[in-house]
Each structure stands twice: as C-alpha cells, then as structure tokens.
C-alpha cells in the first residue's frame, strides 16, 4: 500500500512537472513571439521613420534648389545687374526684370517689394513697407555680413507676430539690394518640387511607392503652414526635420514634417508592419533573413561603390601617365639637343604644347567635378554673343588634333546671345569635343553647329563614330559612367567629362542630352536661354 502511494505520488508529480514544464514552455514561446512580434514592428517603424527622413532630406534638397537657384538667384542677380544699369532702380523693377529675361516671371513670383540700402539709407521700390517691418530691417542690413556662395544672403524673422523674408545682394558700390520674399508664393514653389518626382527612389519599393503614400508639410519659420501634401497624417511613421542652411538659408528655420502611410510598409519593408501574433521561430527567421538581406545588400553596395573608385583612380592614372610620359620624352630630347632640324625641334615643341593642353583638359574636369560634388560651383554670369566664344574654343582646340586624321567644321549663327559663364562653357564644349575625338571615328570630320532653337540657343558637337544606344543615353551623362564597348576597347577616359558637361548646363538653366546623327555617329547638343540670331557662318579647322 505504501509503495503504490508513493508509486502514485511519483506519478502526479511526474505529470505534473511535464504539466508545468510545457505550461512554462508555451507561456515562454507566446512570451518570445510577442517579443519577436513587438521588437519586429518597432525595427520596421524605425526603418519607414528612416524612410521619411530620406524623404524629407529629398525635399529639403529639391524645392530648396528650386528656390536658391532658380527663384532667388537669378532675381536677385538680375535686380542688382539693373541696379547698375542707367537711371538705377527707378520705375517698375518688376516689369523691367520681367522684360529682361524671358523665364523671370517663374522666379518673380518669390518677389514682394524691392529695396535698395545704402550708407544707412533704406529705399522701397513699390509699396512701402510698414513702420515697425522698416525699422527692423533697417537695424539688420546696418550689420550684415557677405553674401553666401550662392550669391545672396536671406534675413529672417517675425514683426508683430507676422513672419517676414528677405533676400538681398551686394551691389559693386557697396550698396545693397533685395526684396522681401511674398511667403504665400512660396507654397505653390513647394507644390511643384513635391509633385516633379516620387521623393523615394524607385529601388526602396519596386516602383510601387509614390508620393500619394506620403504626407508631408511644410512650416516657416515662425510656424506657419505653408504646404501640405494631403489632409492625412500618420505621426507614429512620422519625423520633422529643419532646412538649415541650405543655399544660403534660403528656408531658414523652416521644417518640413513626413510620414508614411502603412499601407506603403509591404513595400518598404521586409514582411511589412505585422498585424498578429507570430511563432516565436518564425519571427527570428524574418529577423535573421531580414538582416542578412539588409547586410548583404549593403555589401554588394560597397564593392560596387569600391570597383567603381578603383576604376575611376586606374583610369585617371592612365589618363595622367599618357601625356606626362610624353612631356618628360620629348622635354628631355630637347634638353640633350637630341633634334636633327629646326622642323624636328618645332614638332617636339608642338608635341609638348599638345599634350600640355590635353593634361590641362583632364584636371580641369577634375576640379570642376570635385567643385559639383561639393556644391562650391560658383559661375560669373554675363551676356555674351555664342558663336566667338564657340569659335574660339574650337581654334584652341586645334593644336590637339596634330597627328590625327579629324578635322572639325564649324557653323554658327551670329547674334546668338544669352547669359552665360565662359570658362564654363569652354569647359564644356572642350569635353564635347574631347570625346568626339577618341570615341569617333579614327578618319572623320567633327561638326560644331550654334543655332537658334525657339528661344533657347542650341550648341551641337557631331561625330562620325558608333553613336550611343538609345538605352544608355542617359547613362553616358552619370558620374563614373562608360560604355562597356569603350571598357573592351581599352579606351582611355574617367568618365567624368560628361557628367561635367551635365552639370554646368543645368546650372545655366539649359541642359544637355545625346541623340543619332544622320548617317550615323552620335550628336551631343547643350541649351541654354538665349536671344534672336542672324545667318549661319561656316568655318573649318
């Protein structure tokens, strides 16, 4: 009897240790699943909050550049350029812009009133500013600095609770001139940059995130709401970021407040935002999975990124030893008076003049690339008839055709004009040029033909080479970007040179793109706003 109770008891206890054991056990797995679930959803709302902060940073960027360099700089360029002109400010500035450059309408909507401050001494162009809002700028423009790179400098602040912008440049004299930026305008500047393209790369979420799964707002810098995308918000995706700085502060102490829809979160993230429990083995392989993804994403971005630098410094290093292994050669030849006859020592000469030029071309475009990554391109924008300039870069560029079979027409229309930075321009036409020698034929001619196209002015560099597919004309224009044919041709080149060319037309207000020429070969062509023009000359070289 006593064995079978405690035989009895040993069982109970056994049993009801297992009982316990898989209490324990399942009230652990639900435990760790809603630990992994709660831990899933928070990495996934932290990764769409990152998301909206991408998305933010791309609006800071855009409807800022928007405003900087096609709103406020050329307006204020153009507003100190009349300044100087006979007879100063006087009459209607708005109109006198207005005729003076045919794409400133765009740009004088951002304007209020005008003024002009010197030695003390505020004058409004237009409607008079009020006491207290005179007054105030007044004590600011007493004690302003510089103007910023972009060419400008904004003051900022709020008179009565009512917030106000201004603008300003200095004019040669000393004096300055500006206007107060007409806020309300602002929101429809903010409208167009939101609207222009999806503010998250198309690789984020398949091509299927768009800016309606996006709610965004814009508010100045004394709170006031200046743009909203859509009624709807979901804070809980949400961040608010601040403009800064950017182009001079152009929206300084503004904030641009996004978030993202949920629904977007399957498209975003792995596994979306989960709804219910899940298996706790379940929930660390989408983890796992997740963040081996994520890893090795990231790796194959770096090797990318590491095969393109490698890339970039072989071909730089190419492109470098060439002409200095032939300026050492032919400098020593003459410093050992190694030639047998004037006419030798004249071609070693122009050897040397040629390469010298052809090494000058290639740090150009170092520079200017490095100046476009870090935002440090400043252009002096003038006036100026098209086709001497065009001209004269093509006589310039003739020294290095010596020894090649290529031969270059030129054909321009005279009274072409329009406002440009000429280094920029030659920079660009050198490159155009450049590249339609050593990708063209080896035994070719090379046109440059300047006309008149609607109201823009049309720079056209032909060659008689392969031409580029219709797939990859737009990515001939990328930073680091060549042809694969070019790679198996050995063909020397950084691949810089048209993404220079991309970005100096842009900051003219033009842009650049490359089509088919008749009768084969590839026809580069850059625009940018000009004038009226006459008949055509032709020239050779």
Not at 137 to 149: E, S, Y
Not at 256 to 270: C, E, F, H, T
Request: hydrophobic share 45%.
């Amino acid at each position: 009897m006593q064995r079978t109770l405690v035989f009895a008891t040993v069982v109970l206890l056994a049993v009801a240790a297992r009982a316990v054991t898989s209490l324990l056990t399942a009230a652990l797995l639900a435990a760790e699943a809603h630990r992994a679930v709660t831990y899933h959803r928070r990495t996934a709302e932290a990764v769409l909050r990152d998301y909206a902060s991408l998305a933010a940073s791309e609006m800071i960027r855009r409807s800022a550049s928007d405003l900087g360099y096609r709103g406020c700089y050329p307006l204020v360029g153009a507003l100190a350029r009349e300044a100087g002109a006979p007879g100063g400010l006087a009459g209607d500035v708005r109109a006198r812009l207005i005729r003076a450059n045919p794409e400133m309408p765009v740009a004088a909507t951002l304007a209020g009133t005008f003024f002009q401050w010197q030695a003390g001494r505020l004058e409004v162009l237009g409607p008079a500013f009020p006491a207290d809002v005179a007054s105030w700028l007044v004590a600011r423009l007493a004690f302003v600095g510089r103007p910023g790179q972009e060419g400008y400098s904004v003051l900022q602040g709020a008179v009565a609770g009512e917030p106000h912008s201004f603008v300003y440049a200095q004019h040669p004299d000393g004096s300055l001139v500006g206007f107060e930026i007409a806020l309300p305008a602002v929101g429809d500047w903010l409208r167009r940059a939101f609207a222009r393209d999806p503010l998250l790369p198309a690789s984020l979420g398949h091509g299927r995130v768009t800016n309606d799964s996006v709610f965004l707002a814009v508010r100045d810098h004394a709170g006031v709401e200046r743009f909203r995308s859509q009624p709807r918000e979901w804070p809980a995706l949400g961040v608010e970021v601040p403009y800064g700085e950017a182009y001079s502060g152009v929206l300084r102490g503004s904030t641009v407040r996004v978030s993202l829809d949920p629904a977007a979160a399957g498209d975003l993230v792995i596994g979306g935002l989960p709804r219910s429990r899940l298996p706790a083995l379940f929930g660390l392989l989408v983890l796992t999975a997740g963040l081996l993804f994520t890893a090795a994403r990231q790796l194959r971005r770096e090797r990318a990124l590491g095969r393109l630098r490698a890339e970039f410094v072989a071909s730089v290093s190419h492109e470098l030893r060439t002409p200095l292994t032939q300026i050492r050669m032919f400098a020593e030849t003459l410093r050992l008076d190694r030639v047998r006859s004037p006419e030798e020592r004249q071609r070693c000469v122009e050897i040397l003049d040629k390469e010298a030029r052809r090494l000058t071309n290639l740090v150009e475009n170092m520079l200017q690339f490095s100046r476009g990554e870090r935002g440090t391109v400043l252009l002096a924008m003038e006036e100026h008839e098209l086709a001497p300039l065009v001209a004269e870069v093509v006589q310039d560029f003739a020294p290095l055709l010596a020894g090649t079979s290529v031969t270059v027409r030129t054909q321009l229309q005279r009274e072409v004009r329009g406002f440009v930075d000429p280094g920029a321009l030659r920079q660009v036409l050198l490159n155009l040029l450049d590249n339609a020698v050593k990708y063209g034929a080896r035994v070719q001619e090379v046109a440059v033909d300047l006309t008149l196209h609607e109201d823009r002015a049309r720079i056209a560099v032909t060659d008689e080479g392969p031409g580029v597919p219709e797939r990859d004309r737009e990515r001939v224009f990328r930073r680091f970007e060549r042809l694969e044919r070019e790679r198996e041709r050995a063909v020397a080149g950084a691949g810089i040179g048209l993404a220079v060319v991309l970005d100096l037309m842009t900051r003219h207000g033009g842009r650049a793109f490359v089509e088919s020429a008749e009768g084969g070969g590839s026809r580069f062509v850059v625009e940018l706003p000009a004038t009226t023009g006459e008949p055509l000359e032709q020239a050779r070289a």
